[in-house]
T-cell receptor, first 116, second 114 residues
Framework: ETGVTQTPRHLVMGMTNKKSLKCEQH?????MYWYKQSAKKPLELMFV???????ENNSVPSRFSPECPNSSHLFLHLHTLQPEDSALYLC???????????????FGPGTRLTVL | AQSVAQPEDQVNVAEGNPLTVKCTYS??????LFWYVQYPNRGLQFLLK??????LVKGSYGFEAEFNKSQTSFHLKKPSALVSDSALYFC????????????FGKGTKLSVKP
């Protein structure tokens, strides 16, 4: 596997379900991100992990819970979601750190989430 | 606060003609500017970036972009469009904060017809 992978690619869940999205990066990067992409709206940054420390976006509802067990893996735990949470969830990674110029982010293919 | 605007929802171009996808930005400090492309059912792919230096930046697949500080613009260009360039294009900006956050535009759909 190369680049950034995400599983599952598609997920349908009810509002009472609990599910998790998984992201894995094979690039040796030290920062990982969760984005939400909804139709006709700009990409929304949800969470950032840099050097395995979380920077939380305060506008993200608590029904979304990220987990970064190591620099290569990122999870997004979902519970009691709403239909308006249906979207494409994208994971990305980059190499950040002192003395490194601003590097681009590499994106996974996304998980298409539908909440019924 | 930083922001980015892509004024066109869609751009239509005939194959072989030059294309331009517009982007303007607003940041408090020096801008870090990016273009990404998204094909159907795929994640975003990096095309090019401007950090510092030459205002004309060349990227993947023959694309280039020109940084214009006075107009706060970073338009994406290609001299001769291909049908395979049809996709969704995103401009992004950052002020280089330590977390590497990017603010994305809403995207411009490029349609290249044969």
């Amino acid at each position: 596997e190369t680049g950034v992978t995400q599983t599952p690619r598609h997920l349908v869940m009810g509002m009472t379900n609990k599910k998790s999205l998984k992201c894995e990066q094979h690039l040796g990067h030290n920062a990982m991100y969760w984005y939400k992409q909804s139709a006709k709206k700009p990409l929304e940054l949800m969470f950032v992990y840099s050097l395995e420390e979380r920077v939380e976006n305060n506008s993200v509802p608590s029904r979304f819970s990220p987990e970064c067990p190591n620099s290569s893996h990122l999870f997004l735990h979902l519970h009691t979601l709403q239909p308006e949470d249906s979207a494409l969830y994208l994971c990305a990674s980059s190499q950040e750190g002192q003395g490194i110029t601003y590097n681009e982010q590499f994106f996974g293919p996304g998980t298409r989430l539908t909440v019924l | 606060a930083q922001s980015v605007a892509q004024p066109e929802d869609q751009v239509n171009v005939a194959e072989g003609n030059p294309l331009t996808v517009k982007c303007t930005y607003s940041v408090s400090g020096n801008p870090y500017l990016f273009w990404y492309v998204q094909y159907p059912n795929r994640g975003l792919q990096f095309l090019l970036k401007y950090i510092t230096g030459d205002n004309l930046v060349k990227g993947s697949y023959g694309f280039e972009a020109e940084f214009n500080k006075s107009q706060t613009s970073f338009h994406l260009k290609k001299p001769s469009a291909l049908v395979s360039d049809s996709a969704l294009y995103f401009c992004a900006v950052s002020d280089g904060g330590s977390q590497g956050n990017l603010i994305f535009g809403k995207g411009t759909k490029l349609s290249v017809k044969p």
